[in-house]
């Protein structure tokens, strides 16, 4: 699913992940300032982002690095993860207390 901007990506996951911005600069190793990442969920920060700076704020929100590119308007990476096949490997259970 492709996001509308990058704003409201950062938003999404920043409110998904129920963490703060410098929360998210810290998931990224600080590659990326807390207040950049406040200034870009505001929508208030100008200028292109870099490849540089897609890759961080990727590990920041925990996402692959094409969907912060796709919802910055840069071209994808290639991505070697993309040809695994998953499927859902959870199974629910009725009453899921504690076993034993």
Known sequence: MADPDLPSLVRRRLLELNITAEQASRLSHWAVAPETIEHLAAGRRSGLVSDRLADALARALGVPENRVR?????PEVPDPRESIETTPQLRLIKGGGSSG
């Open 70 to 74: 796709r919802a910055a308007g840069l």
